[in-house]
């Protein structure tokens, strides 16, 4: 019950302001559908960096690091992320 009092406020001021608020809404929902595929897909990539850590060194990763011009500092979770992300 309480988690569906923000939503029923919500929709009490769509149905007291009408059509903007109704926009206001559905513009809403669109960014934090945005921001879920993000975060899906980010998610996806952690999983994949995670399953193959083992496959790398520190310093090859490091390497290809430095070959891609990204920052070499961190875990190799860290470097190998902004390797799949770069």
Partial sequence: VEASK?????VAKAVVRGEDEVASLRAQV???EAENEELRQWKENRIAVDA???DY???ELKDRARNS???VGGTKAQILMRLVEA
């Fill in 52 to 54: 193959s850590l083992g």
């Fill in 57 to 59: 060194t520190l310093d």
């Fill in 69 to 71: 011009g990204l920052l």
């Fill in 30 to 32: 669109s960014t934090l």
């Fill in 6 to 10: 923000p939503k029923v406020r919500a």
